[in-house]
């Protein structure tokens, strides 16, 4: 597609749920993120794939947080047993080559009840 | 530690008036500046961006940055906004070797322009 996209644009779920949520970057893009923007707060980073190397995790809060990346594209961000800190919106980036620009989707808007 | 922090957490404007939205980062080395912006229901686009030379930038939509060394600042300008600015407003910042992963960014500036 043009941009990437991001599925759903809305999840509500309750504590003790797991949930996950989509990412599709841009075709031909290696380089994907996670990024978190919990309320009032700057953007986290959670997880970088790129290419086939071992993605960097260092940003993922807990265990209970776990991410894919298949065939080089999508990307799938699991949350196992969701806590009300886990709301957020969860926002996916992809870029080319160079890592020079990042390209964002809409973004996830989890809630947690 | 990096850092990039924006003051101003929501700015309130009438139509026409200037904006000037505050960035200041903390790095020890030669930097790149962004300034992304993030409208009501929309995925967050680049506005500006600095990486070397002219330390006045132009953006599109009219916004402007320049960078000022000594100040460690980055801060964000419009001389005449509109209502269709309202949106939140983040800067970020890199190290200029590093790649996309150690950008950091600010907590944001919701800026609401009343018609």
């Known amino acids: 597609g043009a941009g990437v996209s991001q599925s759903p644009s809305n999840k509500v779920t309750e504590k003790g749920k797991d949930v996950e949520l989509r990412c599709d970057p841009i075709?031909?893009?290696?380089?994907l993120y996670w990024y978190r923007q919990s309320l009032g707060q700057g953007l986290e980073f959670l997880i970088y794939?790129?290419?086939?190397?071992?993605?960097?995790k260092s940003g993922l809060p807990s265990d209970r947080f776990s991410a894919e990346r298949t065939g080089g594209s999508v990307s799938t961000l699991t949350i196992q047993r969701t806590q009300q800190e886990d709301s957020a919106v969860y926002l996916c980036?992809?870029?080319?080559?160079?890592?020079?620009?990042?390209?964002f989707g809409s973004g996830t808007q989890l809630s947690v009840l | 530690a990096q850092s990039v922090s924006q003051h101003n957490h929501h700015v309130i404007l009438s139509e026409a008036a200037s904006l000037e939205l505050g960035c200041n980062y903390s790095?020890?080395?030669?930097?790149?500046l962004f300034w992304y912006v993030q409208y009501p229901g929309q995925h967050l686009q680049l506005l500006l961006k600095?990486?070397?030379?002219?330390?006045l930038v132009k953006g599109i939509k009219g916004f402007e940055a320049e960078f000022i060394k000594s100040k460690f600042s980055f801060n964000l300008r419009k001389p005449s906004v509109q209502w269709s600015d309202t949106a939140e407003y983040f800067c970020?910042?890199?190290?200029?070797?590093?790649?996309?992963?150690?950008?950091?960014f600010g907590s944001g500036t919701q800026l609401t322009v009343l018609p």
């Open positions: 980036a992809s870029s080319g080559v160079q890592a020079r620009k990042l390209f």
């Open positions: 075709s031909g893009h290696t380089a």
């Open positions: 794939f790129q290419g086939n190397s071992a993605p960097d």
């Open positions: 790095y020890g080395g030669t930097v790149n």
């Open positions: 600095y990486f070397s030379g002219d330390p």
């Open positions: 970020a910042g890199r190290i200029s070797s590093g790649s996309a992963r150690q950008l950091t």
